[in-house]
T-cell receptor, first 113, second 115 residues
Framework: GQNIDQPTEMTATEGAIVQINCTYQ??????LFWYQQHAGEAPTFLSY????GLEEKGRFSSFLSRSKGYSYLLLKELQMKDSASYLC??????????????FGTGTRLLVSP | DGGITQSPKYLFRKEGQNVTLSCEQN?????MYWYRQDPGQGLRLIYY???????QKGDIAEGYSVSREKKESFPLTVTSAQKNPTAFYLC??????????????FGAGSRLTVL
């Protein structure tokens, strides 16, 4: 089966740094994605990792360890607009060759002044 | 601008009624998907289509049906057989041969409430 775990909710202060963890147990791993989703809106792509290591993109960074089945999303210099849900998703390759995204439940981040 | 359009954004339905959610994309993407999102749960795959006139069941297809008669369109029908249809429905698309950082593009979603 496919299983992805991430914390349900986190709080942080404006200007701070927050790390959102994601652990996964999947077969056919072919990359890990992070999406941001504001309430009632569509998820938007943040980052992608397929090899071990850190990918940095502005205030956001994402890390992957395939041997540990672990990723984190690091948000620096938090802003109020960063209050949203952050979805961890693993792309898996099925027996048919089709690839699909399997999503975690999402972590709701609340940034306070 | 290219993108995915879902309609309606909000929909109310009485029990026992079928309802169809529209999804149209002008991104020239081959693959299209329907996901369902419930509070406290991750997005779950309902149906997907890799090419016109072909579609496959996802993880939770019972009570749903789809069609893919045109590349641009992938409507989802929520039938009366779906026991708990109240949810937020997301349509997405992706280019053929999704590899690398090719990602899903999502529509804005349709919120269905069964009264």
């Amino acid at each position: 089966g496919q299983n992805i775990d991430q914390p349900t909710e986190m709080t942080a202060t404006e200007g701070a740094i927050v790390q959102i963890n994601c652990t996964y147990q999947t077969s056919g791993f072919n990359g890990l994605f992070w999406y941001q989703q504001h309430a009632g809106e569509a998820p938007t792509f943040l980052s992608y990792n397929v090899l071990d290591g850190l990918e940095e993109k502005g205030r956001f960074s994402s890390f992957l360890s395939r041997s540990k089945g672990y990723s984190y999303l690091l948000l620096k210099e938090l802003q109020m607009k960063d209050s949203a849900s952050y979805l961890c998703a693993v792309r898996v390759v099925m027996n048919t060759g089709f690839q699909k995204l399997v999503f975690g439940t999402g972590t709701r981040l609340l940034v306070s002044p | 601008d290219g993108g995915i359009t879902q309609s309606p954004k909000y929909l109310f339905r009485k029990e026992g009624q079928n309802v169809t959610l529209s999804c149209e994309q002008n991104l020239n993407h081959d693959a299209m998907y329907w996901y369902r999102q419930d509070p406290g749960q991750g997005l779950r795959l309902i149906y997907y289509s890799q090419i016109v006139n072909d579609f496959q069941k996802g993880d939770i297809a019972e009570g749903y049906s789809v069609s893919r008669e045109k590349k641009e369109s992938f409507p989802l029908t929520v039938t009366s057989a779906q026991k708990n249809p109240t949810a937020f429905y997301l349509c997405a698309s992706a280019p053929r041969g999704t590899t690398g950082a090719n990602v899903l593009t999502f529509g804005a979603g349709s919120r269905l409430t069964v009264l």
